[in-house]
């Protein structure tokens, strides 16, 4: 038992969990998020965004029937980043003023203990945490190496030119927010859909860039220990288009890094 479990927390964090397609997947996670609860965090509820799966991901839901777990369903796939604005519109809204919100994949390489390192780290001063893969400690099994590529390139892409304190990982979808900061970006930008205008997974970068410009915004990683070996489907990241999504996003923030990227 990993010894971050010594210790119970009583923080109430709201864990989004954006899927397609992940009947396979879900089972051996939400199995990993009810043990975590059990052991660490009691106060840990999922809110998993059923992004029109064709599969019986909402069934999985349904069948755990436990109050810990919501399930929101799209009428059809519309893709990760509106998955997201659904998952953080609500998040949010449930949210008590002191409240947490975390996210990760829903194709079981993430794992829901290291919410523990994530909250110790966040409770060190921070409004946002990522698990990171470029962090002393982190552990990767099973990662094509196509994907590792992409991963170093944004690393050393938004690093070198957007850099942020405190973040190295740009890309992971594996974090723990205050509600707090969230709320203060969706007042700042008006709606869900001006905040998150990207339609890819970059919308994953585009958050933590405009996260970075709220005043007094601090970021702070982990080292995670991602699990490539245990996903039971085949990517869903088109790595091209997201190369070039990447690019595009990297240069709107560049040129005008003042400015809300929505209005560019």
């Keep these: ?21 992940e009947e396979e997947a879900l089972p051996p996670l939400l199995q990993a998020v009810a043990e975590t609860r059990q ?6 509820t999922v809110t998993v965004i059923d992004d029109g799966s064709q599969d019986n991901t909402a069934q999985v839901v349904r069948d755990l029937n436990q109050d810990w777990c919501k399930l ?5 796939n519309m893709g990760l980043a509106q998955a ?22 829903a194709d079981n390489s993430h794992q829901p203990h290291e919410l523990s390192l994530m909250l110790e780290k966040l409770n060190a001063g921070y409004d946002v945490v990522i698990a990171s893969r470029f962090q002393p400690g982190a552990r990767m099994a099973g990662i094509p190496p196509h994907r590792q590529l992409f991963s170093i390139g944004v690393s050393v892409l938004f ?4 850099p942020i304190k405190g973040v190295k990982d740009f890309s992971c979808g594996y974090r ?8 203060r970006a969706l007042n700042d930008w008006g709606s869900i859909d001006n905040f998150v205008t990207e339609q890819g997974f970059s919308c994953m970068t585009e958050i933590i860039l405009k996260l970075s410009q709220l005043p007094n915004a601090k970021f702070g990683e982990t080292p995670m220990d991602l699990r490539y070996d245990r996903k039971p489907t085949a990517t869903k990241m088109k790595v091209w288009q997201n190369i070039q999504d990447m690019w595009r996003l990297m240069w709107r923030h560049r040129l005008s890094p003042q400015k809300k990227i929505s209005d560019q």
Excluded: W
Excluded at 1 to 21: D, G, Q, T, V
């Design 72 to 76: 929101i369903q799209h009428p059809k």
């Design 39 to 44: 052991n660490a965090l009691p106060n840990l």
């Design 1 to 21: 038992m990993p010894s971050c479990y010594k210790l119970m927390r009583n923080e109430k964090i709201i864990l989004i969990l954006p899927a397609y397609n």
């Design 84 to 105: 997201m604005r659904t998952g953080i519109a609500h998040a949010v809204a449930a949210s008590p003023e002191d409240g947490l919100i975390a996210a990760m994949d």
């Design 159 to 162: 690093q070198t030119f957007t």
């Design 176 to 183: 723990l927010y205050r509600a707090g900061i969230l709320r």
